[in-house]
């Protein structure tokens, strides 16, 4: 199986489902460490993708994730609009063409990139990176060990999980989240959640 046209589209409209499912969670933890608006900032966004999309021929993957990077960033505010935009642009950017797991794991990597180089954070800042950067991890992994997209997307979304659980002991070091010093501690956040979505998101519909 390869990351084509058709799964980057079910991909990204699976994104979009499941932060409609899950905005009241989202903004009850951005409430708790940030401005109450994740949950619905993000799903003001996917549905304008959903819109984008439908008029869309889009030449590849790439073109698919691009289009969806481009439109979160002129629909969502705060910082998650910026940042899952710019992230999707380099998905979209290092996919010409439908790609096997090691491309596509390679392509999740420079969606990382693309987070840090805007966001300066590292792992263990309590933000999307905390995800984001375990499920590459995962990912890569699995696919050098020659799993199929499926078995690596499915170890990517264990990993994004665990690396959203995993920002509840920390203190934020960046963000609104930071302002708060140690109160911070003890709650998920909100970015690292969703990208738990994300990344879940992929594993459902590669698994289908």
């Known amino acids: 199986m390869d990351f084509d046209t058709t799964l980057?589209?079910?991909?990204?409209?699976?994104?979009?489902?499941?932060?409609?499912?899950?905005?009241?969670?989202?903004?009850?933890?951005?409430s708790a460490i940030g401005d109450g608006d994740h949950g619905s900032n993000l799903q003001r966004g996917f549905t304008a993708?959903?819109?984008?999309?439908?008029?869309l021929d889009p030449a590849g993957p790439g073109a698919v994730l691009t289009r969806t990077g481009t439109t979160l960033i002129s629909k969502v505010g705060g910082a998650s609009g910026p940042l899952y935009g710019k992230?999707?642009?380099a998905v979209g950017a290092a996919l010409p063409g439908p790609a096997g797991p090691a491309e596509?794991?390679?392509?999740?990597?420079?969606?990382?990139?693309?987070?840090?180089?805007?966001?300066?954070?590292?792992?263990?800042d309590k933000t999307i990176v905390d995800a984001w950067t375990p499920a590459v991890a995962a990912?890569?992994?699995?696919?050098?060990?020659?799993?199929?997209?499926?078995?690596a997307?499915?170890?990517?979304?264990?990993?994004?999980?665990?690396?959203?659980?995993?920002?509840?002991?920390?203190?934020?070091?960046?963000?609104?989240?930071?302002?708060?010093?140690?109160?911070?501690?003890?709650?998920?956040?909100?970015g690292a959640t969703s990208?738990?979505?994300?990344?879940?998101?992929?594993?459902?519909?590669?698994a289908r």
């Open 8 to 30: 980057a589209e079910a991909w990204v409209r699976a994104i979009a489902a499941a932060v409609a499912e899950e905005q009241q969670r989202l903004t009850e933890l951005d």
């Open 139 to 151: 990912f890569r992994a699995a696919a050098r060990a020659g799993a199929g997209l499926p078995e």
């Open 104 to 124: 596509f794991g390679e392509a999740l990597a420079a969606g990382l990139r693309a987070l840090q180089d805007l966001g300066k954070a590292e792992p263990g």
């Open 153 to 190: 997307a499915g170890a990517a979304a264990d990993a994004a999980e665990q690396g959203a659980l995993d920002t509840v002991p920390l203190q934020a070091r960046k963000g609104r989240a930071s302002y708060l010093g140690p109160r911070s501690v003890g709650h998920q956040d909100p």
């Open 49 to 55: 993708v959903g819109a984008a999309l439908d008029g």
């Open 87 to 89: 992230a999707f642009r």
């Open 195 to 206: 990208t738990a979505l994300l990344f879940r998101a992929l594993a459902e519909v590669t």
